[in-house]
């Protein structure tokens, strides 16, 4: 294995300079941010891409949202504060993609749980076919983001798709449907496609949680006389709580800043009824070049984001207290 | 436990788990069965999900596209390095982060999470135009770069786990017999690293594979996409007779990360470190 090596000699010279509590090599003389010199050569090849790459863009992202960056203007970027954020305001078109994206996060996130809390539940029991449950349970997660869109698309189809043809073989519809076409039909039907997407994730968090609810206080409910139900609500509940409010917020992000899924099957569309407000920002930046104002919108996003990690970080906080 | 409702309960859980196993399902079987049938078959106003004859035309059409075949090459070459050197520059920060009670340990971790949450528009858009003033928009090597950077942290913190559950006793029981500190790394650490070596390799090379904005972003040029933009481009000329090859390659196109789940389940189940140290 190939990598910077410590060198052998300064082993020798150097003392260690009081013990530390974990064991580490013991050559430390000067340290920078904890590290000896060893410590250092070893860390800056990993560290400095991460600095250049995305630590820098980080901070220029940011910054760029307060900017007028324009693509191909022969003229400086000038710093613009608030104007881009008073722009969004007034903007119909930030404002339909947000309320399409707070529609999508909040709807594929609550089905998502629903969906994954009642598959948890089955695979925890000694099921037939459980096995096969759970092996499928785990495969959209093993699957290319852009393939799950094709296949969904494929599915989606109006000509060629099995939805249609088993809702007309059932006779719920008569003629076939454009789903991702339809202004009205295309946003529940990416919603189906994201909770298909992000079910893997969840059910394994809250089966994690569930298997570590204790046997013991669920037979000790039942023997008095505790209904399934009062079970889950008494026992199993107050078990999974912090593992259901983690995956959820989690969830929740994840779907806000959802993109790529989204632009396979629909880029946005029938007329924006699908542009979640990353496909928004990406149409921004890279169709129109207003580089300012789409990242503008990124720190709005931001912001919102924190909200939800502050909210997060509040929930936790009050389930350590009790 | 309650005997008397008990049957109708097991039949409203066959229920509900069918409805799952149907809804997990059908769509890959949609997949493949649309991979697997002629054209003429795919336009049929009933199609049905087994096909009446199968065939392997629509793989052999994939492939016979250019742009697929190229693409496949472009992409396993984009994955291959970039999930090289993630790992090379890996290996010795993730030895460090376990091994020093250092701030940098902490800000890898602060900086896995923030990653996950982060939205990408944000960092695209300045990633962007460092790359095009350094000369490397639509190039391999400036998506190479965005991917090393993009998969470190994960890696770095998956392999921290590994050199932290190599006791250090086993370092020291090395040094006592003489090893110098090179020996020992190389002969102790190495080979109990190696599981998490491959793990972390294929973690970067599949998020490689299957990543789609960057390449949406940094890439023009029809002959250095990956596979991802090329099958988003197959869609948008979406006549009936290409849905088979397009399935086809989405199929293709899986390989790499259903072989890596299958690997990171084993890896799941096999313990680590089967008795190293007697503890």
């Known amino acids: ?322 | 436990m309650e005997r008397t409702t008990s049957s109708a309960v097991t039949g409203l859980k066959y229920l509900a788990l069918c409805a799952y196993l149907v809804f997990l399902a059908f769509p890959l079987l949609w997949l493949l069965s649309t991979a697997l049938k002629t054209p003429q078959e795919i336009a049929q106003i009933n199609p049905t999900i087994i096909p009446n004859d199968i065939t392997f035309a629509n793989f052999r059409a994939a492939f016979d596209e250019q742009p697929i075949a190229r693409s496949l090459v472009n992409t396993a070459f984009v994955a291959s390095v970039s999930a090289t050197l993630t790992v090379l520059l890996s290996i010795p920060a993730a030895y460090v982060m376990a091994r020093y009670r250092s701030v940098v340990s902490r800000a890898v971790i602060v900086w896995v999470l923030l990653s996950q949450i982060f939205p990408w528009v944000l960092v695209i858009i300045p990633l962007f135009l460092l790359l095009r003033d350094a000369g490397l928009y639509d190039s391999r090597l400036g998506l190479i770069i965005v991917y090393v950077v993009w998969s470190m942290p994960f890696a770095l913190w998956m392999l921290r786990s590994y050199v932290a559950s190599i006791p250090y006793e086993l370092e020291e029981a090395a040094a006592m017999d003489g090893a110098t500190k090179v020996r020992a790394l190389r002969s102790v650490v190495a080979p109990l690293l190696a599981p998490g070596v491959v793990a972390a390799g294929l973690f970067a090379f599949v998020s490689a594979w299957n990543e789609f904005l960057f390449a949406l972003v940094l890439i023009r040029d029809p002959d250095l996409q990956t596979i991802s933009l090329t099958l988003v481009k197959f869609i948008g000329a979406e006549g009936v007779a290409r849905l088979g090859p397009l399935a086809a390659a989405s199929l293709v196109a899986t390989i790499p990360s259903l072989i890596f789940f299958a690997f990171m389940q084993r890896r799941l189940t096999g313990g680590l470190l089967g008795g190293a140290v007697k503890s």
């Open chain 1, 1 to 322: 294995m190939s990598k910077a090596r410590p060198k052998a000699t300064t082993s020798v010279l150097a003392a260690p300079r009081g013990r530390p509590r974990k064991p580490q090599p013991r050559r430390s003389r000067r340290r920078f941010l904890g590290l000896d010199r060893d410590g250092m050569l070893l860390a800056v090849p990993a560290l400095i891409p991460v600095a250049v790459f995305s630590l820098y863009p980080l901070m220029r992202g940011i910054y760029l949202g307060f900017t007028d960056a324009q693509a191909g203007r022969a003229t400086e970027t000038s710093f613009t504060a608030f104007s881009n954020y008073a722009d969004l305001l007034d903007d119909s078109y930030f404002w339909e993609s947000f309320r399409v994206g707070l529609i999508w996060a909040f709807s594929v996130t609550i089905l998502q749980f629903v969906a994954s809390l009642g598959l948890a539940m089955l695979l925890n029991q000694k099921i037939r076919l459980r096995w096969l449950a759970r092996t499928l349970s785990l495969v959209p997660w093993a699957m290319p983001p852009v393939v799950i869109g094709i296949m969904w698309r494929l599915i989606y189809h109006p000509n060629a798709g099995l939805l249609n043809s088993v809702l007309m073989d059932l006779r719920i519809i008569d003629s076939n449907v454009d789903w991702l076409s339809s202004f009205s039909l295309a946003l529940p039907a990416i919603i189906v496609v994201g909770v298909w997407t992000g079910m893997p994730q969840t059910t394994v968090v809250i089966l994690a949680g569930l298997q570590s609810v204790s046997k013991e206080l669920q037979e000790a409910a039942s023997v008095d006389g505790a209904g399934a139900w009062q079970r889950f609500r008494a026992v199993t509940w107050p078990a999974i709580a912090p593992v259901v409010t983690a995956i959820t917020t989690l969830d929740f992000i994840w779907n806000f800043n959802q993109f790529g899924l989204v632009y396979v099957l629909t880029e946005g569309g029938p007329g924006g009824a699908t542009r979640l407000p990353m496909l928004f920002a990406y149409e921004e930046a890279f169709r129109y070049g207003n580089y300012g104002y789409a990242a503008a919108l990124g720190n709005v996003m931001v912001l919102i984001i924190a909200v939800f990690v502050a909210f997060y970080l509040r929930q936790r906080f009050k389930e350590a207290q009790k």
